[in-house]
């Protein structure tokens, strides 16, 4: 079975010629995305590109060509989950920015708090080292009256009021502290799950991609196999088998932009007037869409050297 595919492949491209092509049907998905004037200025920017780089003439523009076909294609489950991913995906980029965002200016914040609490804390342990010394001191002195004890008692007491409502203050502004702090470890939490999730949707998005092939194009031919037998004496004498391929409409699934188009509709006519697919990293003819050909659309040397074989 492999042996036979071989073959076909190999005489898929054994005749390779010059084509001609038209504008086919453009389905009405595609009305808001692009006009066949369009359409056309982007087959004869190919033609140029092509007769530019390879010194010949490959295909040409005609009414009576071979038509290219704009077809819809609905979009496929894993296709839709894949689009789903990447857009919780991006929420999750932008929600976790913001974040990081937050707990930059947060860190700051709490720093600051941190450093202004260190002052109140160091200033209320001298105002607690200060009272303590003044009981400690009056508690050293024997044989008060009544009335100087009542003094002492009064002036002890309202330094103790005085204190408490300074401690009063401080403890809350160390609770307000913690908040901060708990709200910062909190946002880290967060931050941290939105980063596992981003990272989980990632490695998703990875393997179904891995599992599916979204294909852009495609071009349609007949393979006509005729046999020729003589026989002689009542036995097979001879057998003569002719394989012809003849490709006879391009069709294309779907595209982001003008210049994805252009890359698409290039190799699919390449594929036309006979040149296979080539397994070189950013060639036109690499089975995989490349992002370099829809930057810009050129012949790699391997295209090239394709071409130079094939056709």
Known sequence: MKFSLLIFLLTSFAYCSYEKVTIGNIDSYYEQKITKEQLKNIIL??????????????FDYSTNGKPINLVYMPTS?????????????HRKENLAKRLSEQLVSSQKQINSLKDEFKDKKAQMDKKIEVYN????????????????????????????????????????????????????????????????????????????????????????GEKKTIKKVSFKDGKTREIETNTK?????????????????????AHEIAHLVGIPHIDSKGSLMNPVLQKNQIDNLYLTKEDIAAFEKYF
């Open 45 to 58: 920017e190919i033609k140029k590109s092509f007769k530019e780089q390879l010194n010949k003439d490959i």
């Open 77 to 89: 489950k894993i296709e839709n989950l894949i689009t789903r991913n990447q857009e919780q995906l």
């Open 133 to 220: 010394s003044y009981v400690n001191e009056q508690n050293k002195k024997k044989k008060l009256s009544k009335e100087e004890y009542q003094t002492i008692k009064e002036e002890i007491d309202k330094r103790k009021k005085v204190l408490n409502e300074q401690l009063k203050v401080y403890k809350n502004d160390k609770k307000e502290l913690r908040k901060e702090i708990n709200f910062y470890n909190a946002n880290v939490i967060k931050y941290n799950r939105i980063v596992l999730d981003y990272n989980r949707l990632s490695r998703d998005i990875e393997r179904l991609n891995r599992t599916y092939k979204k294909v852009r194009g495609q071009t349609f």
């Open 245 to 265: 391929v003849s490709m006879n409409k391009i069709e294309i699934y779907g595209f982001e932009s003008l210049n994805e188009l252009k890359a698409i509709l």
